[in-house]
């Protein structure tokens, strides 16, 4: 009997996206396209953080203002932490049912990742300009 | 009544506490507890990088946690979060373009997802070493 389903994919599933999207095509759109651009850039990132997590603070600053280090560490805190405040949000929306409480989760979510996004920002080009 | 051929073939959600998950679900599940813990992650990420930017007594104490065993254990953790996360990332994104549904592709996928996160994790930290 249950060898009946074939597939995974749920009736809902198949008929979702078909009606009107509203703004939740946009999120989604962006969920997948924050998710691309960080398969290399988290690769990428990966190394670097086996590499350097338990080194020096001369290492570390040296490695960080190269340029191109800066430039794809400024790349992976922006994108990361907009792909986390994204995904963060449905997390909340599926297992916070009061409304109030839901809405507030979320955006207090979405402000902590700006803010930490622009300190990392920040702190990125501090060392990579010096002080 | 109730027993048409068509009910009878209808999916019901799972008692989760009778019921054992398929590795498919647990996978599912998975990424969303990676999820988690990766945007968590990310504040340590942040400490990392501000440590930097405020100077050498700063940065003493962050690297006196993440040159701990306990530091590079949650390294560690991290980067196998996150290429399980990124490896099973992609197969949504397959998903997304209606690859990959059937039962049996899922169930071989689980696998890869897997098996490709664990080796990946594994060839980083060589690699850096
Ligand atoms: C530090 C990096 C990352 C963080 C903090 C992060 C965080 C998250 C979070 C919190 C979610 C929501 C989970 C849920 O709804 O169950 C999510 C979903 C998702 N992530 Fe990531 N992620 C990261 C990297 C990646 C990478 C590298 C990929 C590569 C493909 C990826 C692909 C996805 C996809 C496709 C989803 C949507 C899953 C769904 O619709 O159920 N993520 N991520």
């Known amino acids: 009997m249950a060898n009946t389903i074939k597939s995974l994919r749920s009736p809902l599933g198949r008929a979702r996206g078909l009606g009107s999207a509203k703004e939740g095509a946009h999120h ?3 969920q997948r396209l924050t998710a691309i651009a960080l398969i290399p850039l988290t690769i990428w990132f990966a ?3 086996a590499s350097l997590a338990g080194g020096s ?3 570390f600053t040296a490695w960080l203002s190269a340029p191109i280090n800066a ?5 992976v805190v922006s994108v990361a932490f907009h792909h986390a405040q994204l995904g963060m949000q449905v997390v909340f929306e599926d297992y916070v049912s009061s409304h109030a409480l839901r809405t507030g989760t979320i955006i207090a979510v979405k402000f902590a990742c700006a803010a930490f996004a622009a300190l990392s920002i920040v702190s ?3 060392v990579a300009f010096g002080r | 009544m109730s027993s048409s051929a068509k009910s009878a073939i209808r999916p019901l959600s799972p008692h989760l506490q009778v019921y054992r998950l398929p590795l ?3 996978l599912s599940i998975t990424h969303r507890i990676t999820g988690i813990g990766l ?3 990310l504040l340590l990420l942040a400490w990392w990088l501000a440590a930097a930017a405020y100077g050498p007594d700063a940065y003493a104490a962050y690297a006196k946690v993440a040159g701990s065993w306990l530091g590079y254990l949650v390294w560690f953790g991290f980067s196998l979060a996150l290429y399980f996360h990124l490896c099973n990332g992609i197969r949504h994104l397959f998903w997304d373009m209606g690859k990959g549904f059937e039962i049996a592709q899922a169930q071989r996928s689980d696998k890869l997802v897997i098996i490709a996160a664990i080796v990946l994790t594994v060839l ?3 690699a850096a070493m």
Request: charged share 5%.
């Open chain 1, 47 to 49: 190394y670097s953080l």
């Open chain 1, 124 to 126: 990125i080009l501090v």
């Open chain 2, 124 to 126: 980083t930290w060589l």
């Open chain 1, 57 to 59: 603070y001369a290492d």
């Open chain 2, 39 to 41: 945007s968590a992650g």
């Open chain 1, 71 to 75: 430039t794809l560490m400024i790349l």
């Open chain 1, 28 to 30: 989604w759109w962006a």
């Open chain 2, 24 to 26: 498919t679900a647990i």
